[in-house]
């Protein structure tokens, strides 16, 4: 498989002040997996190559507003109310897409496309509830992934769900996605590439949990090296 996505470039633009390296550690592997599924389908929906490495990007990048919420991203503020967290929560696409135009990331279409990754096809995600072909391409391209990727991950309240689970929660949900691009990933899901890349994501999973045992200062570095060979 070629070596399309060289992480390393990105993993400087991880290290944001006051984040946890825990968290810098699990964005960046969400990052890749992301980035490296919506590249594949991307392809696979027929668009060219600068567009493809477009999406790819913004994959990477998709969930960067995370590490500037405020106590870590992942529930540490015992006392705060499930519903607070949800609101706080959600400003993580806002978040992500001001900290790419104030460090000069990407292009508008990258940044539009971070902005708008958690929209629902029906109108009902956010930030802007907008909803249909009014959401980026890009944006929606994401959001398969990003649920796909979501599912098949361990989560600190429960553990991965395999494949074929992961696809019937996205089916019962199908009104948040756009069925072109939705149809597209179960066929890429299926497919002998798609094999290839979890064998890939495996290693590097594993990989990456042992490093994190003998050292949690050196991971962003590692998981560059290690999340190039994902691609
Ligand atoms: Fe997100
Ligand atoms: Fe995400």
Redesign the pocket.
Known sequence: MAEIFKIDEYAPLFNIEGAFEEDIQDAMV?GCY?ANLAYRLAKKLGYDEEFCLKVMQAGML??IGKLRLEDGMYSRKEDLLKADEMKYVRMHPTLGYELLCEKKIGDNEIRQSVFHHHENFDGSGYPDNISGEDIPVGARILRVC?VYS?LVSDRHYREAYDKDTAITFMIEEVKNFDMRIFLALMELLHSDEFYEMEQLGEMMKNQVEIQKEKSANSQPAVAGRLATRLA
């Open positions: 969400h992301v998709h969930d990003d979501a």
